[in-house]
């Protein structure tokens, strides 16, 4: 007997302990399962523990963005905002980890080195980086679809004599940017929230974009008590409205299409839509944005004119507007983010026109231009998706690697299972559906769960067949190219990895929208679990069919 073979097995090991990492340890230990859950970080919270950086927060509203499998939480605990910030949504994990006494199973300051699956035991071994190793019949991936950082590559940041930073991962202690010159490199949603916040104590900020964003006002505001309490007596509705939204979250489709109204009454609509702010102005206007061309101009033409609107100089207002299709990036939610560039000590630099050379020990050279800066805060995105597996040395049947599997892209069941990968799962896996991640979780988790019910009761090994996956493949690229989606290879956007240099474009997520996906799935669940095998379990080299 090796020394692993000596370890007691656990039912299973989860990684990650954000909003899918709890809410699968909270399902498992209702069952009776015994779990470990391994985590990177020092407390719970996930991508709300990480991404600590000034002016993070939600941009789904707070009655989206949360649990609804128990009424007790909801009662017990009161948003304060809108759209809450990371402090506000990290007390909230923290609070269910307490509430519902999880801590106990979660090892911190536990990142995952390896996870082997051992054929002859039909068990997962799972390794940290602190040496600790763990035994367990069910892998579960909890690590979220942002979560490895792409890191700079610029030349001389090792000369750089300032202070620099990583937006996602954030130090813990405040970070004095008063009176200091900032550079902020990087323009998507982490950027755009991060720049009306430093520009307020910097002395000036350098704003380095590459490509502009289509970004839509959040709107946030305090919620008072009176609203607090109907959001309490709604939720049936409200969680109702997540689950059948097209992007989950708690709205109901507009049935308009372009051609359904003339163009003063289209105006009003995006002028409606603009004003509710956040994910309105894109799912409470026309349900074709997505998937007609004219309605995806109207709606980009429109934003186009706000910014020149709000704006004044025309020359940062032109640099500003995207001139691609809407969508074709996630367009994030901003906070006086246009607004800001109005301020005497906001500087844009148009890096597309005028690329970033190397870094130098007292600031940034472009081909044109130095500029001298005491901080630089890199907020240059994620390797998504696929990036979290693969950056833990992950190997199932035969010694399969997750990292030669998807070489090309990646190749799931539903975004939750993996061909050669015995009894593991993924929560928001790669080709998982695209939309409010908590509404998709909570259906994910009950989904694994059924799952693993039916190979506990057949002592099996639970695995997709290739043939599924490449089912699943097929449907997710006939979806995607019905839509106006594939323009964001043109701008590199991160949910077709074409951020990310060398990564092969590849359909990451499921785009037919929330509702279609959870009915899928469920659907496999509920009528005999189709494209998945359950073979006996291999107990001391003995592997038969069922």
Same mark, same amino acid.
């Given at each position: 007997m090796n020394a692993d073979e000596q370890l007691p097995p656990l039912d299973a090991i989860v990684i990650g302990a954000g909003f899918g990492g709890l809410r699968m340890l909270y399902q498992l230990l209702r069952e009776g399962k015994s779990v470990k859950v391994l985590e990177a970080g020092t407390d719970v919270g996930g991508t709300w523990y990480w991404n600590r950086y000034p002016g993070a927060r939600t941009d789904s509203e707070s009655w989206a963005y949360c649990y609804q499998f128990s009424d007790e939480l909801v009662d017990d605990w009161t948003w304060s905002e809108r759209l809450p910030g990371q402090e506000e949504v990290l007390r909230y994990l923290q609070h269910v980890a307490d509430r519902f006494e999880l801590r106990q199973h979660i090892e911190f300051s536990s990142r995952v080195a390896f996870a082997h699956f051992d054929e002859q035991a039909g068990v997962w071994t799972v390794e940290t980086e602190g040496g600790e190793r763990?035994?367990?019949?069910?892998?579960?991936?909890?690590?979220?679809?942002?979560?490895?950082?792409?890191?700079?590559? =610029?030349? /001389?940041?090792?000369?750089?004599?300032?202070?620099?930073?990583?937006?996602?991962?954030?130090?813990? @202690?405040? %970070?004095?940017?008063?009176?200091?010159?900032?550079?902020?490199? $990087?323009?998507?949603?982490?950027?755009?929230? &991060?720049?009306?916040?430093?520009?307020?104590?910097?002395?000036?900020?350098?704003?380095?974009?590459?490509?502009? +964003?289509?970004?839509?006002?959040?709107? +946030?505001?305090?919620?008072?008590?009176?609203?607090?309490?109907?959001?309490?007596?709604?939720?049936?509705?409200?969680?109702?409205? #997540?689950?059948?939204?097209?992007?989950?979250?708690?709205?109901?489709?507009? /049935?308009?299409?372009?051609?359904?109204?003339?163009?003063?009454?289209?105006? #009003?609509?995006? *002028?409606?839509?603009? *004003? @509710? $702010?956040?994910?309105?102005?894109?799912?409470?206007?026309?349900?074709? &944005?997505?998937?007609?061309? #004219?309605? +995806?101009?109207?709606?980009? !033409? =429109?934003?186009?004119?706000?910014?020149?609107? &709000?704006?004044? !100089?025309?020359?940062?207002?032109?640099?500003l507007t995207p001139n691609y299709t809407f969508f074709a990036k996630r367009p994030p939610s901003g906070h006086f983010y246009y607004e800001t560039f109005n301020r005497p000590n906001v500087t844009l630099v148009d890096v597309q026109a005028d690329p970033i050379q190397r870094v130098t020990a007292t600031g940034i050279q472009t081909g044109d231009e130095h500029f001298e800066v005491d901080v630089i805060i890199f907020a240059i /995105?994620?390797?998504?998706?696929? /990036?979290?597996?693969?950056?833990?040395?992950?190997?199932?049947r035969d010694g399969a690697s997750i990292r030669k599997k998807w070489e090309h892209g990646p190749e799931t069941y539903m975004g939750l299972m993996a061909s050669g990968f015995p009894n593991m799962f993924m929560i928001m896996g790669p080709q998982s559906a695209f939309g409010n991640i908590p509404t998709i979780i909570e259906s994910e988790v009950d989904w694994i769960s059924k799952v693993m019910a039916r190979a506990d009761a057949e002592d099996a090994l639970a695995e997709p067949t290739p043939e599924?996956?490449?089912?699943? +493949?097929?449907?997710? *690229?006939? &979806?995607?190219?019905?839509?106006?989606?594939?323009?964001? %290879?043109?701008?590199?956007?991160?949910?077709?990895g074409a951020n990310v240099e060398g990564k092969p474009i590849s359909v990451m997520f499921f785009f037919g929208g929330v509702s279609a996906f959870l009915d899928a799935i469920h659907e496999v669940a509920d009528n005999g679990m189709p494209g998945i095998e359950f073979r006996t379990a291999a107990r001391e080299g003995n592997l038969a069919d069922a």
């Open positions: 763990f035994r367990s019949r069910y892998l579960v991936s909890a690590t979220g679809v942002l979560s490895v950082p792409k890191q700079p590559d =610029f030349p /001389g940041l090792e000369s750089f004599k300032g202070e620099h930073y990583f937006a996602p991962q954030w130090p813990k @202690d405040e %970070v004095d940017l008063e009176g200091k010159r900032v550079a902020i490199i $990087g323009s998507a949603a982490t950027a755009i929230q &991060i720049l009306p916040i430093a520009a307020h104590a910097a002395e000036h900020v350098y704003y380095f974009q590459r490509t502009p +964003n289509y970004v839509l006002p959040g709107r +946030n505001y305090s919620i008072h008590s009176a609203q607090g309490k109907a959001f309490k007596k709604r939720r049936g509705e409200l969680f109702d409205q #997540r689950r059948s939204h097209a992007f989950g979250l708690p709205m109901t489709m507009s /049935g308009r299409t372009y051609d359904s109204v003339g163009d003063e009454e289209r105006e #009003r609509i995006f *002028e409606a839509g603009w *004003e @509710d $702010g956040g994910f309105h102005f894109c799912f409470d206007t026309f349900d074709d &944005i997505m998937t007609d061309q #004219r309605s +995806n101009d109207a709606a980009a !033409d =429109f934003v186009r004119r706000k910014i020149r609107a &709000i704006v004044k !100089d025309p020359e940062t207002a032109r640099k /995105g994620f390797d998504a998706g696929t /990036g979290p597996l693969m950056s833990i040395d992950l190997r199932g599924a996956e490449a089912s699943w +493949n097929a449907q997710l *690229e006939m &979806i995607y190219n019905a839509t106006l989606l594939p323009a964001g %290879v043109a701008v590199k956007t991160w949910f077709l």
